[in-house]
């Protein structure tokens, strides 16, 4: 049985039909572009929503059998810019609300995408630091479909090349790479954030200040470069034609453990009729940190908490403070012996405050069925932070502004639920 | 300010892209790069340990935290962007490294990273564009010392 057959058949049994498109996909399939409509108008709730799947993701399936737990996965369309035939749609992409960008996999990209080239024609290779790890590959430019959305000509990520195989010491200084699906978790990376730009200003400057993320890379070796804004691969959504200053992530209310959960990326905020802000409040974030304020038992974390998609738990505080063992087996989890209900109080740069209620249960428990792709009350620490992580977006929509774009609340950067 | 550190001596290094001791060993390339970079100094007076933060100027500020017996025995740092680990964390980064790619599996997804071994803990947290973490070796925290009073 081929490895595609047999995590089709994984993903069937798992999931349904639709999930095997949308979360449970290896590495993709090709097809021409003839889903991407133009956006018309006429029925805005088809162009700019997309299906996204909480699910065990492309890595549960053999040869890796390393489910994924608490990862909102989805698919997207790229295409060689101008061509409307040489085109992949690329299933298993984590939506990822706390990065900016698009971050594909090489193992998963089948069709050849122009290279980004410096001004004396070398090419330009990315190194983005995430938390703990790396990615390290070329900055390449697709046309990128998603629902009825387009970003013409973005500069994305191919991770992984073969092509640029050596990772230099200054890369590798900020944590081991994450290069392959057994590291990454997942196809791709969407990154649809706070930021337009993955790296900001701080690229664009030369010299010690220059943090070296982006990499030109002749034949002699690889060097820091300087990266101009508009070259930095961007989040997808701020190079849409419309729906183009933020998203929405609705996610249905989860009870414990279950094996997937299917909702809606939307893209916009105020744009169309589908997606008003409504009753949600608005929450203004630091615009340097992309952070804001939670208070816990009356202690204020300030700037030091933040609503992350990415994140497959609530992370928030230690044992010490919470009164919450960890579980023996895995010091990152949580592992109360009964459910904790527990409340604190999210307060934005512009005033607004609001109380969460949030559930911990126990880890061991919510992650001992290997086939469970969503849970909600998993938690684990992260000393001194709230990180309000997929668990969080359970039962709400939840909004997030990029930087600098206007909305009918205002510009970004903020989030609102 | 934490009355513990402010018991200690708070040094103040404003030099602009050298780091300097890291996680494990001494202090006193502190003072040569401090000197070699005429950076500024600021001192106040104090006996538990030194912090020594050194503002990267990539926008990273790394603090170290010296033992009386002169060893960096934690590290904390914050900013748009991870500094150099490799230096900070000195002959603990491969067995950092090491840790985050065996805990990648068990975790079933992306998240913060928490490693608490015997002889090492390390602890990031963040997102793009804000990053914290601190790195201490328990055996070497002098007494009286409290994980919390590192940040």
Request: with cysteine; glycine share 12%; proline share 6%.
């Amino acid at each position: 049985m081929t490895r595609r057959r047999l995590l089709g058949l994984v993903c069937l049994s798992l999931t349904g039909a639709w999930v095997a498109t949308a979360g449970c996909g290896g590495s993709g399939t090709s097809s021409s572009n003839s889903g991407s409509g133009t956006g018309t108008g006429t029925n805005p709730s088809v162009s700019n929503v997309q299906p996204i799947s909480v699910n065990t993701g492309p890595s549960a399936a053999a040869p890796l059998n390393s489910p994924y737990i608490n990862g909102a996965f989805t698919s997207v369309t790229v295409c060689v810019p101008g061509s409307t035939t040489n085109c992949q749609t690329i299933s298993g992409i984590l939506v990822d609300t706390g990065s900016s960008g698009l971050r594909v996999l090489s193992s998963a990209l089948t069709i050849s995408l122009p290279q980004q080239t410096a001004s004396d024609g070398s090419p330009i290779v990315e190194c983005l630091p995430f938390i703990s790890g790396i990615t390290w590959g070329p900055v390449q430019t697709a046309d990128m479909t998603i629902a009825g959305e387009e970003a013409k000509s973005l500069p994305i990520q191919v991770i992984g090349s073969s092509n640029f195989s050596t990772i230099p010491a200054g890369c590798t200084s900020f944590g081991p790479p994450e290069d392959d699906l057994a590291t990454l978790g997942a196809n791709g990376i969407l990154g649809v954030g706070s930021f337009p730009q993955d790296c900001g200003s701080a690229c664009t400057t030369s010299g010690a200040s220059n943090p070296g993320l982006y990499y030109s890379c002749p034949a002699s070796g690889c060097a820091v470069t300087t990266e101009s804004i508009s070259s930095q691969v961007q989040n997808p959504v701020v190079l849409f034609a419309k729906d183009n200053n933020g998203v929405i992530i609705e996610l249905p209310a989860v009870s414990g453990a279950e094996t997937s959960v299917s909702g809606s990326l939307i893209f916009g905020i105020g744009t169309e009729s589908n997606n008003g802000l409504g009753s949600a409040t608005v929450y203004t974030i630091d615009p340097s940190t992309g952070n804001f304020t939670t208070v816990f038992n009356g202690t204020s974390y300030a700037d030091a908490s933040f609503i992350d998609s990415g994140s497959n738990a609530l992370y928030f505080l230690d044992s010490n403070t919470t009164g919450i063992p960890t579980c023996t087996d895995a010091s990152f989890w949580y592992c109360p012996t009964a459910t904790q209900n527990l409340s604190a109080t999210n307060q934005g740069t512009n005033g607004a405050s609001g109380s969460v209620n949030f559930v911990v249960a126990n880890a061991d428990t919510l992650t001992a069925n290997l086939s469970t792709g969503v849970a909600n009350g998993l938690a684990g620490p992260d000393p001194g932070t709230f990180d309000w992580g997929l668990p969080f977006f359970y039962g709400r929509n939840v909004y997030t502004a990029i930087e600098g774009q206007n909305t009918p609340a205002g510009a970004g950067p903020y989030w609102a639920y | 300010m934490n009355s513990r550190i402010m018991s200690g001596i708070f040094v103040m290094l404003a030099f602009p892209f050298a780091m300097s001791a890291s996680l494990g060993g001494d202090a006193t390339s502190v003072q040569a790069d401090q000197a070699k970079m005429q950076g500024s100094l600021r001192t106040t007076s104090g006996t538990s340990y030194n912090v020594h933060e050194i503002q990267a100027s990539t926008g990273a500020t790394v603090k170290e935290y010296v033992s009386p017996a002169g060893k960096v025995f934690a590290v904390s740092w914050q900013g748009p962007f991870h500094p150099d680990l490799r230096q900070v964390l000195g002959t603990y980064f491969e067995e950092y490294a090491q840790a985050v790619q065996t805990q990648r599996a068990s975790h079933r997804g992306r998240g913060p990273l928490l490693i608490e071994q015997p002889g090492l803990v390390v602890q990031i947290s963040g997102h793009m564009r804000a990053f914290v973490g601190k790195a201490y070796v328990p055996q070497m925290m002098p007494a009286g010392v409290h994980v919390e009073d590192i940040r």
